[in-house]
């Protein structure tokens, strides 16, 4: 267990419709990062947060967005589902402060979302 | 971000080395060089980082050239849980925590 929690594991949906995956970071982390791995694409990041405050965006589409909550938890909401959005969603949580080069990221065990 | 050439896979018999190079020519002075892994159906792992000297932990040592333009990834015995894809990245000191991943290298291990 590495301390990030995603829920749901697994998430099967129709095209058009819209989800939630939930992130919970590790305990004393400020910073949550969204990932996205499909087949072809290799690990992609999308956006992550620091404290509440969106810090980076990488290639995530109008489509999603994300936010991160008081407690520090984190949603990524998807909506107008296409069949290529179905990949394994991974969370990461670091400690986040500035000067975070050498922050390690530890990441949860994903959401893998199938799309029909 | 300054990028990373890995080779796509190694393979390696059990209990012995493995020795995983990463090229980064283009690497400026304050970028950290991170190690992480991903075994198959898991999230990707933290295996090592360093800055310029040698790093050793329970995991691996991490060789970094004298000029820092190449890394080495050293397993010391290797096992069968050790097969997976492990990724080299670059990690500026004051970036607020990206982390790029390549395609990395995918390590075989045959018993």
């Known amino acids: 267990d590495s301390g990030v929690t995603q829920t749901p594991k697994h998430l099967i949906t129709a095209t058009g419709q819209r989800v939630t995956l939930r992130c919970s970071p590790r305990?004393?982390?400020?910073?949550v990062y969204w990932y996205q791995q499909s087949l072809d694409q290799g690990l992609q990041f999308l956006i992550q947060?620091?404290?509440?405050?969106?810090?980076a965006k990488g290639n995530i589409l109008e489509r999603f967005s994300a936010q991160q909550f008081p407690d520090l938890h984190s949603e990524l909401n998807l909506s107008s589902l296409e069949l290529g959005d179905s990949a394994l969603y991974f969370c990461?949580?670091?400690?986040?402060?500035?000067?975070?080069?050498?922050?390690?990221?530890?990441f949860g065990a994903g959401s893998r979302l199938t799309v029909l | 971000d300054a990028k990373t050439t890995q080779p796509n896979s190694m393979e390696s018999n059990e209990e012995e080395p493995v020795h995983l190079p990463c090229n980064h020519s283009?690497?400026?002075?304050?970028?950290?060089i991170h190690w992480y892994r991903q075994l198959p159906s898991q999230g990707p792992e933290y295996v090592i980082h360093?800055?310029?000297s040698n790093v050793n932990n329970r995991m691996a040592s991490l060789a970094i050239a004298e000029d820092r333009k190449s890394s080495t990834l050293i397993l010391h015995r290797a096992t069968l849980r050790d097969a997976a894809v492990y990724y080299c990245?670059?990690?500026?000191?004051?970036?607020?925590?990206?982390?790029?991943f390549g395609a990395g290298t995918q390590v075989v291990v045959t018993p």
């Open positions: 990461a949580s670091s400690p986040g402060q500035a000067g975070a080069g050498a922050n390690v990221l530890t």
């Open positions: 305990s004393g982390d400020l910073s």
């Open positions: 947060y620091y404290n509440g405050e969106e810090r």
């Open positions: 283009t690497i400026s002075g304050t970028d950290y």
């Open positions: 360093g800055l310029t």
């Open positions: 990245i670059l990690r500026p000191f004051s970036s607020w925590g990206k982390l790029q």
